[in-house]
């Protein structure tokens, strides 16, 4: 069943309403899809909720379902902040703040390598902040290389917010890994939000191409297997993707497919002005 669905989705539900905010910035982050995946479950009892993608983690800061929560993802210095924050928000805080939104010190923390934990999240969210489009990019050495973004104003997280990430981080277990390893906690009725890297700024042009730099077609097939397995287990899944044909015909499950709009930001300033096309991919009851 596919099903079209605007932008606010008509939810009056507001961000407050719903839970925190996250406090990295995440290209490609699903902060703007939160209220409608609360909707979604706010009729039913989530057990336990998973998010092999953690990104920015915006719907398991936005939304708390009760239960234990399991966030992984193959970027190790992200998973690394998160345990930073979880264990010691006032430690990263002291860090954070002796930070200047400076050329100067951008790229003085870009070079430097941290030891202790603290210093480590708290370097990964100043860069976050402070980066170019808050890009998050390595070389061959796994250098992070992204450039100094120029912003008047950086709006890194502070005190009260990392305390209140903590807080919630409190319920979750983190791990660093492909996304196949979160079907070792998945159990009946779980949920869990798949959130694979993509773009939507090549939705009928090269997409295959394209997006093979950020996520191997071989890898949504085996996302799509992975879905086959939760669905044997009586999990419920949702999964956000490109609108293009491949991927329509790749996750065809006899689920729900929902087509979601949003304004456009991939490729800076001068793209914002349109509108990009998206699925949702859900076993989850829609009325």
């Not at 860090?95 to 390598?113: F, G, H, I, P, S």
């Not at 030891?115 to 902040?129: E, G, M």
Request: net charge positive; proline share 5%.
């Amino acid at each position: 069943m596919s099903l079209t669905t605007p932008e606010s989705s008509g939810i009056s539900r507001t961000w407050s309403q719903v839970g925190l905010p996250p406090f990295l910035r995440w290209a490609g982050g699903k902060r703007w899809l939160v209220s409608y995946v609360a909707q979604l479950t706010a009729p039913m009892k989530v057990r336990n909720y998973h998010e092999p993608f953690a990104g920015g983690a915006a719907v398991f800061f936005g939304i708390d379902f009760g239960g234990r929560s399991y966030l992984s993802d193959l970027n190790a210095d992200l998973i690394k902040t998160y345990a930073a924050v979880q264990d010691s928000p006032d430690d990263v805080w002291e860090r954070l703040r002796r930070y200047r939104n400076v050329e100067e010190d951008y790229y003085a923390a870009r070079a430097a390598r941290p030891r202790t934990p603290a210093n480590h999240a708290a370097r990964f969210i100043f860069l976050n902040h402070t980066s170019f489009n808050g890009l998050y990019r390595v070389n061959l050495r796994g250098e992070y290389n992204v450039p100094f973004g120029y912003k008047a104003s950086d709006n890194r997280p502070d005190l009260e917010r990392l305390r209140s990430a903590s807080s919630r981080l409190k319920s979750a277990t983190l791990a660093v890994g492909d996304f196949m390893s979160a079907l070792h906690n998945v159990g009946e009725g779980d949920l869990v939000f798949l959130d694979p890297p993509y773009t939507v700024a090549h939705n009928n042009n090269g997409f295959v191409k394209y997006n093979d730099r950020l996520f191997l077609f071989t890898d949504q097939q085996r996302l799509s297997g992975l879905i086959d397995q939760l669905r044997n287990r009586g999990a419920y899944y949702a999964m956000t993707n490109a609108a293009h044909a491949s991927i329509a015909q790749l996750f065809e499950k006899g689920d729900t497919r929902v087509v979601t709009s949003r304004k456009n930001n991939v490729g800076g300033r001068s793209a914002a002005r349109g509108r990009a096309t998206e699925y949702l991919f859900t076993n989850l009851p829609i009325a």
